[in-house]
């Protein structure tokens, strides 16, 4: 009967339409939650790194109240040495306005905002790292120099240039990490794993055969090898 094999048929195609809603949304919820990770990767390194920077703040404002500086200590070493002080405190507050805010934004817009939210905040905090990572390293930097002038107004001459070269060396040390570190971890951010490339991976195409070859098994055990034809072709 033509028609009994038309309705077979359309109930055919509705069954392999909710397999595909199905399929797709599992993906969906998969790439979201690989999403979410990330957002609590990127959380996780904010916290790390204003704790640090709050750390640093500590040191520089006991430099500040506790270092008195000599009567005839010369105004240059005595501006070089405030001025690096300031420019540490400075540092590290932006270094922690900036990953509370993004933190908090960031994970207020995962939580509550519209659909495609959780991408779009993941996206953003990863763009602003690059503005925490300059700030904390400019904070790290100014300390050591703020120290290097401390040591040339308290300490002897010999002590002051034995300090001026550790420091200096672990100026050197960090610049040299700065540089391995980006070497090896750091990419080109246009090859960026996205979305797209995870949900027609290897495994989307695994599942997607599998299930043909289902859907084949079924039609063949039925005898209708051009309903079969036709889901193949889907």
């Known amino acids: 009967d033509p028609f009994t094999k ?4 359309k109930i055919y195609f509705l069954m392999l339409a909710a397999d595909k ?20 990767l990127h959380y996780d390194n904010f916290t790390a790194i ?5 750390v640093l703040i500590g040191f520089a404002v006991a430099a500040v109240i506790e270092l008195e500086v000599p009567e ?12 690096s002080t300031m420019f540490c405190l400075v540092a590290n507050f932006q270094c922690i306005a900036c990953t509370t805010i993004v933190s908090v934004c960031g994970t207020s817009l995962a939580l509550r905002g519209p659909d495609g939210s959780v991408h779009a905040a993941t996206e ?17 930097i100014s300390l050591h120099a703020a120290a290097m002038f401390a040591s040339m107004i308290k300490m002897p001459t010999l ?11 672990s100026v050197f040390c960090l610049f040299s990490l700065a540089k391995r570190v980006h070497k090896g971890f750091f990419y080109d951010e246009s090859e960026n794993a996205s979305l797209d490339e995870i949900l027609l991976g290897p495994s989307f195409g695994t599942l997607m055969s599998k299930r043909k070859l289902r859907v084949q098994k079924t039609n063949e055990e039925t005898e209708r090898p051009s ?5 193949l072709d889907i």
Do not use: D
């Open 50 to 54: 204003s704790t640090q920077a709050a």
């Open 124 to 140: 953003n905090m990863f763009k602003e790292r690059h503005h925490i990572f300059r700030t904390f390293a400019a904070g790290l």
């Open 159 to 169: 002590a002051a240039v034995a300090s001026v070269i550790i420091l200096l060396h």
């Open 227 to 231: 309903s079969n034809q036709v889901v």
């Open 6 to 9: 038309l309705r077979k048929n």
């Open 21 to 40: 809603l199905l399929l797709e949304s599992n993906y969906k919820r998969n790439a979201i939650n690989l999403k979410g990770k990330e957002l609590r």
């Open 72 to 83: 005839t200590c010369p105004w240059l070493l005595q501006l070089m040495f405030h001025s």
